[in-house]
């Protein structure tokens, strides 16, 4: 090859890489041309890092955008979090749910422990792998989503912002029972869960035990509606350790708050007013 054909070959080269917007490896070109002059790499290589190095670009460009999609609070990363610290999480249970495959199955998980146990964290961490894997997920807390709902609602869109709501294949929903639903909070929710029940997955996460639920949403028909949909094809996770947030300054704290909590999952038995003895846990609790 002639030394004009050859640079012709490149100004097509260059013309091809911006026709195909592929920034990158056109920024890589004239670097990866010398390092073939130079007899650093022969042109199967050459074609392998222009290639790979356009792909990482896309990759992280896709990957931030999907984040941004997903209204994630902050990025958490399984790597991030210490399981030495939370001795009552089995990993290999959370690992197993890093696979993803309860998103493929359309399965519920919920993540249940006090406050600063890592709830939060690792629903975020498993919403990020799904959306390295390419899924598509929605991040909101409860408190927000009854909201929208709402007002969805008020403006004659509600079927509309459900069937948005169904669209991502994971959503999780955080910060269930830190604040008390607002009245018909509950039956918009369960109206989400009813239209996304078999088809998409979700993470749940609460500080409360599904005892409570009744007395979160207000209504314990409700709230036993929920709960089957949301207990038929779950995964619970009970979280049984002390916050990490206050671990630099658990000394300071009164022993109620240092202990490890616990928190019953136990659905609750029967609809209606609830017994003496359940009232009576329940104010315990
Ligand atoms: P929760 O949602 O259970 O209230 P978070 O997940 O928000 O708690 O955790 C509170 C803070 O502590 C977050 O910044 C989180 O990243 C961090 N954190 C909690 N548990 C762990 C852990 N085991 N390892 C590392 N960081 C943790
Ligand atoms: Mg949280």
Request: with cysteine.
């Given at each position: 090859?002639?030394?004009?054909?050859?640079?012709?070959?490149?100004?097509?080269?260059?013309?091809?890489?911006?026709?195909?917007?592929?920034?990158?490896?056109?920024?890589?070109?004239?670097?990866?041309?010398?390092?073939?002059?130079?007899?650093?790499?022969?042109?199967?290589?050459?074609?392998?890092?222009?290639?790979?190095?356009?792909?990482?670009?896309?990759?992280?460009?896709?990957?931030?955008?999907a984040l941004r999609m997903a209204r994630l609070p902050v990025v958490k990363t399984?790597?991030?979090?210490?399981?030495?610290?939370?001795?009552?999480?089995?990993?290999?249970?959370?690992?197993?749910?890093?696979?993803?495959?309860?998103?493929?199955?359309?399965?519920?998980?919920?993540?249940?422990?006090?406050?600063?146990?890592?709830?939060?964290?690792?629903?975020?961490?498993?919403?990020?792998?799904?959306?390295?894997?390419?899924?598509?997920?929605?991040?909101?807390?409860?408190?927000?989503?009854?909201?929208?709902?709402?007002?969805?609602?008020?403006?004659?869109?509600?079927?509309?912002?459900?069937?948005?709501?169904?669209?991502?294949?994971?959503?999780?929903?955080?910060?269930?029972?830190?604040?008390?639903?607002?009245?018909?909070?509950?039956?918009?929710?369960?109206?989400?869960?009813?239209?996304?029940?078999?088809?998409?997955?979700?993470?749940?996460?609460?500080?409360?035990?599904?005892?409570?639920?009744?007395?979160?949403?207000?209504?314990?028909?409700?709230?036993?509606?929920?709960?089957?949909?949301?207990?038929?094809?779950?995964?619970?996770?009970?979280?049984?350790?002390?916050?990490?947030?206050?671990?630099?300054?658990?000394?300071?704290?009164?022993?109620?708050?240092?202990?490890?909590?616990?928190?019953?999952?136990?659905?609750?038995?029967?609809?209606?007013?609830?017994?003496?003895?359940?009232?009576?846990?329940?104010?315990?609790?």
């Amino acid at each position: 090859m002639t030394l004009s054909t050859s640079s012709a070959r490149v100004d097509n080269i260059r013309h091809s890489l911006v026709g195909l917007k592929m920034p990158r490896a056109l920024e890589m070109l004239d670097a990866t041309l010398r390092q073939i002059e130079q007899g650093q790499i022969d042109g199967i290589e050459a074609i392998d890092v222009l290639l790979t190095e356009e792909l990482f670009l896309r990759e992280n460009r896709r990957i931030k955008a999907a984040l941004r999609m997903a209204r994630l609070p902050v990025v958490k990363t399984i790597a991030g979090f210490d399981f030495s610290f939370q001795p009552s999480l089995d990993r290999n249970r959370i690992m197993a749910l890093a696979g993803l495959d309860f998103i493929d199955r359309a399965e519920v998980v919920h993540l249940l422990g006090p406050p600063g146990t890592g709830k939060s964290h690792l629903a975020t961490a498993l919403a990020v792998e799904a959306v390295r894997a390419g899924k598509s997920v929605y991040f909101i807390p409860l408190a927000d989503l009854v909201a929208i709902l709402a007002k969805a609602e008020r403006e004659g869109t509600l079927r509309e912002k459900i069937r948005f709501l169904c669209r991502c294949s994971l959503l999780v929903v955080d910060e269930i029972g830190y604040l008390p639903v607002t009245p018909g909070g509950g039956n918009l929710f369960f109206q989400l869960v009813n239209a996304r029940y078999e088809k998409g997955a979700m993470i749940l996460t609460s500080n409360r035990g599904f005892a409570e639920w009744g007395e979160v949403f207000g209504d314990p028909v409700v709230a036993t509606a929920l709960l089957d949909r949301l207990l038929h094809h779950a995964v619970v996770v009970q979280i049984e350790g002390s916050s990490y947030r206050m671990r630099q300054h658990a000394s300071l704290l009164p022993d109620t708050m240092r202990t490890t909590s616990h928190i019953t999952p136990n659905p609750p038995k029967r609809r209606g007013r609830p017994s003496a003895k359940e009232k009576h846990d329940q104010d315990q609790g």
